[in-house]
């Protein structure tokens, strides 16, 4: 009778989300606070452009009877 | 409308609603805080990026700010050493001298009168009190532009202090009360002229007038360099604006915040030896020079054109020397009342 085939061993499956292996702390740092800070500083910075050379744009105005009704 | 469509527009909304709030609302809480830190912003952009704006000046904040980034040292006093100052000092100086910019109040015996606080350089203790020295200066109703740098030959009269004593003639007509007007109005001219000439205003005095171009340079000049009169009238081609050390303020009908800060600038600039510029199409005149559109309405920022601050400048320079410039001017010195 035959030997039945010999299966490579297995590497033990992880958890239900476990990290495969541990990140580097460079990647963590770009990926959750530079990209996304980078991004929302653009964000407001390009908005305080708009309002420091523009003030008397549309957006602006609107931006400003906005914050009026909370004032 | 079925439970499933409503469940369809629900999760539409969250998936795409809320970002676009949230951008939106990043995006004008940058446009807030950038109309109202607009002039800082404005000058960093100026300053530091090189970008050709005009950097409105909203008072004197904005002119300590700029002061400290220029030179740190000069709005700190208490950055002085006052460990280092000798104990000798106080037998030096008598206690009733005032105290020089340099001296702490440290440094003063016990039983000394209390301490001023520090003054500016351009401000001399030993001037006495005039009608321009109120408590708080008044703000600027109008946006001023910021003085570019000199260059190296006007930097000496830029920086030499200079002070011109003005009497005031004024049109009971131009405002309900009129001293206080003008009184203001001045303020507020020696404030621009300070900034882009080094020239400080001293009010001698204010005379009620009847507003007739012809007895303005008649009146005595009581101790004053030049005789300004503020009327009623707009400004017209047939009454000269300048005279020998006089000048007519007339009234800016397109300026509602101060009609005759423009107009006694504009004639102060005359008797500082600047030319009116009559050129609608001029680059002094695009850029709200008030020697060119001296009639240009409050959304202009009020500035300067680098021809005629350079007369203005030398003209200082020479009556600071004692050869004042205010002679008798020509007859064609009207400005064009062209509109834009």
Same mark, same amino acid.
């Given at each position: 009778m035959a030997a039945p085939p010999k299966t490579p061993a297995r590497q033990p499956q992880p958890a239900e989300?476990?990290?495969t292996e541990p990140r580097s702390r460079l990647g963590w740092f770009l990926g959750w606070i530079m990209v996304p800070g980078l991004v929302l500083a653009l964000i407001v910075g390009s908005g305080a452009y708009v309002g420091a050379n523009h003030p008397e744009s549309w957006v602006t105005r609107a931006v400003l009877w906005l914050a009026g009704l909370f004032a | 409308m079925s439970t499933t469509r409503v469940k369809a527009l629900a999760k539409l909304f969250l998936l795409l609603g809320l970002p676009v709030t949230a951008l939106a609302g990043l995006f004008g809480g940058g446009v807030y805080l950038g109309h109202s830190h607009r002039a800082t912003i404005l000058y960093v952009e100026k300053e @530091?990026?090189?970008?050709d704006v005009v950097v409105p000046s909203n008072g004197p904040w904005i002119d300590a700010q700029i002061a400290r980034a220029k030179d740190?040292? $000069?709005?700190?006093?208490?950055?002085?050493?006052?460990?280092?100052?000798?104990?000798?000092q106080p037998e030096t100086k008598p206690p009733e001298t005032t105290p020089t910019e340099?001296?702490?109040?440290?440094?003063?015996?016990?039983?000394?009168?209390e301490t001023t606080p520090p003054k500016s350089p +351009? &401000?001399?203790?030993t001037a006495p009190p005039t009608l321009?020295?109120?408590p708080v200066r008044p703000r600027m109703p109008v946006t001023v532009a910021l003085a570019d740098t000199v260059s190296d030959d006007l930097r000496g009269p830029f920086h030499a202090a200079y002070t011109l004593k003005i009497k005031a003639l004024v049109d009971?007509?131009?405002?309900?009360?009129a001293f206080t007007y003008v009184q203001r109005t001045l303020e507020w001219t020696s404030q621009v002229l300070g900034n882009q000439l080094g020239v400080d205003l001293e009010l001698t005095g204010v005379v009620r007038w009847d507003g007739a171009p012809g007895s303005l340079?008649?009146?005595? !000049?009581?101790? /004053?360099d030049v005789i300004l009169g503020f009327s009623r009238q707009a400004f017209n081609n047939?009454?000269?604006?300048?005279?020998d050390g006089c000048a007519l303020v007339p009234t800016s009908p !397109? &300026? !509602?915040?101060?009609?005759h800060l423009r107009p006694a600038l504009f004639s102060l600039g005359r008797l500082l030896g600047a030319a009116a510029i009559g050129?609608?199409?001029s680059e002094a005149w695009r850029a709200g020079s008030w020697m060119a559109?001296?009639?240009?309405?409050? /959304?202009q920022p009020v500035s300067l054109d680098p021809e005629s601050r350079r007369a203005m400048l030398l003209a200082k320079d020479a009556a600071a020397q004692? +050869?004042?410039? @205010? /002679?008798? $001017?020509?007859?064609?010195?009207a400005p064009a009342t062209e509109e834009k």
């Open positions: 989300g476990e990290e | @530091w990026l090189g970008m740190p040292k $000069a709005v700190k006093p208490e950055a002085t050493k006052p460990s280092e100052t000798p104990e000798t340099t001296k702490t109040p440290e440094t003063k015996p016990p039983d000394a009168p +351009e &401000s001399p203790e321009l020295d109120p009971p007509g131009v405002a309900p009360d340079c008649e009146h005595p !000049r009581e101790g /004053a047939s009454d000269p604006i300048v005279g !397109r &300026s !509602r915040q101060a009609p050129d609608p199409g559109d001296v009639l240009a309405d409050d /959304a004692g +050869e004042p410039p @205010w /002679a008798p $001017a020509p007859t064609d010195d």
